[in-house]
């Protein structure tokens, strides 16, 4: 027995030395392919920037030396930084190594706006003279309003374009919730704050139609306006062949309509791009992608300059429990950090979040008053600041947004379950309690509320609209007023919003950062990030402690996993809320 255990033991510790060895030799591992990831990237002659979007396209996202290794528990994050996709085009307009860009977007996975900045952005490399070249074997909508933008958009001969318009479909939990025997009690303030209608109705309510329509017809009409002027058609004809359905034309029809140049194979198009190139037949044409490219340094502006314009990224659920969301103590340091730091002299607050917390919303609007008493702070919006997202942005000096942006929804709600019948007619399961106090077990879960707790809560409810409506009024320079007028939870897209003094002007994150130096009267600057990304080592680290589950979550439910997360987020949602009544995204 002695023997036995003696053995075992030192089999324990052999296999503890053995695991920390393997650990450091792993930490050792990845630290070498970071290094070897951080070597300077040369751009061939005659190269074509490659724009093929296989990632989810975030506002910025972390540069990850994995994503072409296929290592346990550290798989690629699928995303890629909108920052770097502007800073490449940007960049291809003045590298002689650049000959033009090859446009390949398949089922691009972008908010609308990130997809009005990037096509911007190529109308903008386009004076420069060189070639914009789009080629698929389908488009999506989204795709098709991104590479209209191309000098000539080519389609397999066997391919699909998707055109039909735009629609919206909810889902609704009460006939589901009544059936296992659960109520959810709202209290809410705003006749268009629907996000608690899935839980009080079986449909959408009038107001929420009617918001829904109006912000879809935006969106759809700066869609067909742009797509018809690329495309030298009108928008009558692009909306007469929406409505015939593109998806099921044959391709020569397509291409008949002037939606589509040429139909070639992929051999073909190669081809072409050898003699748009320059490229000897017999030779590959040199392509960069984003990622390789974004490492390239641009051109240097001289001597080094001091001052510098600070972009401070605002992106996710505020407070909610995705990790890669707004953190309302977090945010509000940077925001400090940033008013305090002499060397920037202007901030610009991008902003690309439906809201969450009404507390955590307070918290960074106070940071926010505070920077833009001190020196130049303009919010540029992305896909969607609404909610909490505007409440965050209400005090900024300018405020300015993509035509496709969505925001509004000024309004807050509370939500608090009652499972009395889930737990006593269903399970079998009763609750008793006693208390010191007449309201010790104050929204108690398991019983309905009583009349005392729906009228305590509408009124918290009450006064935090009003906190709302006059933080949006003392930012926007109107009266609480004309903001109820606008609010009561209603969703607007930019065009509409700018007409109600909630938008000042259009344009994206390059364009706030121009209009923050022109405020701020700087000729020479330099653009410094916040917060700063983490290091692809800690988020390694991180994936190893127990990090990694998101990453399995994410590959088994694939494009679900946002489902996933919305649930989760329903789940823990605490406190009163200053929230999009839902996710939007564009298909």
Excluded at 361 to 369: C, G, L, P, Q
Excluded at 385 to 401: F, N, Q
Excluded at 441 to 463: C, G, H, N, V, W
Excluded at 473 to 478: M, N, V
Aim: proline share 3%.
């Amino acid at each position: 027995m002695r023997n036995f255990l003696k053995y075992t033991l030192a089999t324990i510790v052999g296999v503890l030395i053995a695991g920390i060895i393997g650990f450091f030799l792993l930490i050792g591992l990845f630290s070498a392919i970071i290094s070897l990831s951080d070597k300077p990237v040369v751009v061939e002659e005659n190269s074509v920037l490659l724009l093929d979007f296989k990632k989810a396209i975030v506002e910025r996202a972390v540069d990850n030396p994995f994503d072409s290794f296929a290592v346990p528990y550290m798989g690629s994050t699928g995303q890629m930084g909108l920052d770097d996709i502007l800073e490449c085009i940007e960049k291809a307009k003045t590298d002689d190594n650049i000959r033009g860009i090859y446009l390949n977007p398949g089922m691009i996975r972008a908010g609308m706006a990130s997809l009005e900045e990037i096509r911007h952005a190529l109308l903008d490399f386009k004076e420069s003279g060189k070639f914009i070249y789009a080629y698929g074997d389908a488009f999506s909508q989204k795709a098709y309003y991104l590479v209209s933008v191309a000098d000539k958009v080519a389609l397999n001969p066997q391919g699909m374009l998707e055109l039909q318009g735009l629609s919206a479909n909810r889902m609704f939990f009460k006939h589901a919730l009544e059936k296992i025997g659960v109520e959810m009690q709202v209290v809410r303030h705003g006749q268009f704050k629907a996000a608690v209608e899935p839980y009080m109705l079986d449909k959408m309510s009038e107001a929420n139609k009617l918001q829904t329509k109006t912000y879809l017809n935006s969106i759809w009409s700066q869609m067909v306006e742009a797509i018809a002027e690329s495309r030298k058609l009108s928008p009558e004809q692009i909306n007469q062949i929406a409505d015939s359905v593109a998806l099921f034309m044959p391709a020569e029809e397509l291409t008949a309509k002037g939606l589509i140049d040429t139909l070639i194979y992929k051999d073909e198009l190669i081809n072409e791009l050898k003699q748009l190139t320059g490229i000897a037949e017999k030779d590959d044409v040199p392509a960069i992608g984003v990622e390789k490219y974004a490492k390239v340094p641009a051109a240097k502006a001289g001597k080094f300059v001091r001052e510098k314009i600070a972009v401070i990224y605002a992106e996710g659920e505020i407070d909610g429990t995705d990790t890669d969301g707004i953190k309302s103590d977090k945010l509000s340091r940077t925001i400090r950090e940033a008013r305090r730091d002499s060397s920037i002299k202007a901030i610009v607050l991008r902003v690309n979040s439906p809201g969450g917390s009404a507390y955590g919303s307070e918290v960074i609007w106070r940071e926010v008053k505070l920077a833009s008493e001190t020196k130049p702070l303009i919010v540029s919006m992305g896909d969607v600041a609404a909610s909490g997202g505007y409440y965050i942005a209400a005090a900024a000096d300018t405020i300015m947004a993509d035509r496709t942006t969505i925001t509004g929804s000024i309004g807050i709600f509370g939500v608090i379950p009652n499972y009395g019948e889930l737990l006593n007619d269903k399970l079998g399961i009763t609750t008793d309690a006693v208390g010191t106090n007449a309201n010790s077990d104050l929204l108690a879960t398991s019983r309905p509320m009583t009349r005392f707790e729906r009228m305590k809560l509408q009124s918290y409810i009450e006064r935090g609209y009003d906190t709302f409506i006059g933080r949006v009024a003392e930012g926007r320079s109107i009266t609480k007023e004309q903001v109820d007028e606008v609010g009561q939870g209603r969703v607007w897209a930019s065009t509409d919003a700018k007409e109600r003094s909630l938008v000042d002007l259009y344009g994206g994150v390059n364009d706030a950062i121009k209009l923050a130096a022109q405020m701020a009267k700087l000729e020479n600057y330099r653009i410094t990030k916040l917060p700063k990304l983490p290091d692809p080592l800690e988020e390694l680290v991180k994936e190893l402690t127990g990090e990694a589950k998101s990453f399995f979550m994410q590959k088994e439910l694939g494009d679900q996993y946002k489902i996933y997360q919305q649930l989760k987020a329903t789940a823990n949602t605490k406190g009163i809320l200053a929230r999009m009544p839902y996710d939007i995204t564009f298909e």
